[in-house]
């Protein structure tokens, strides 16, 4: 019985990483249990058993996008020291996420999504939504780790930060997918770099002394 299920939950997986593949080609609308089943060479009626409904799909494909932007991108990132250096490996590594999967000849699906789901009520829209909550936060709390080390001016609004931050990423999006620039990674980085240098104002970026840190920090929640 365990191995009937984790075999399964495997072909589930390998299922869903193809849809994966597939919706960065056509589209999260453009995905049908229909247009799997064609790509997969399955039948409807046996898709329908691991689905049920097209929004089903379309939520578990946006969360199988979302695992593994965290195990590409997030979760490496955390291991950087906290503060700028965090903030800077994010983003090197989500252009590396844009532009060198070979699994996402779209580039990255949750981008992809947004400009389909934008005005379409319904769980995989809500879905979108809190994902892009949630990685704003992250970028917000990191902000604010370079405010507590010194890095940053503790007058920087980091909400701020993360919506040029991401900003940045979709202008990257756009210019590479769209307009095939062959400088959007290096417009992108020169945004990057701008903001960074607007950040730090006079802060500058070597590591602070205890005293200075502590000094930054109730700046910051002044």
Known sequence: ???????????????????????????????????????????????????????????????????????????????APRGEPRLRTLFQRFLAWESSSPSLPGGCPLIAASSELDDRPGPARDYLVQTRRDLLDLLAGTVRSAIEEGQFRPDVDPEQFAYEFWGAMLGYHHASRLMRDPRASERASKAFESLVRSARGNAGFAPSSPAKTARARDRARA
Do not use: C, W, Y
């Open 1 to 79: 019985m365990v191995r009937s299920t984790s075999k399964g939950s495997q072909t589930r997986q390998a299922i869903l990483n193809r849809a994966l593949t597939l919706a960065t080609r056509v589209g999260i609308e453009g995905l049908t249990i229909g247009t799997l089943a064609e790509d997969l060479g399955m039948s409807k009626s046996g898709l329908i058993r691991h689905f049920r409904t097209k929004e089903t799909l379309q939520v578990q494909v946006l969360e199988t996008g979302a695992h593994r932007f965290v195990e590409d991108v997030l979760r490496p990132s955390l291991k």
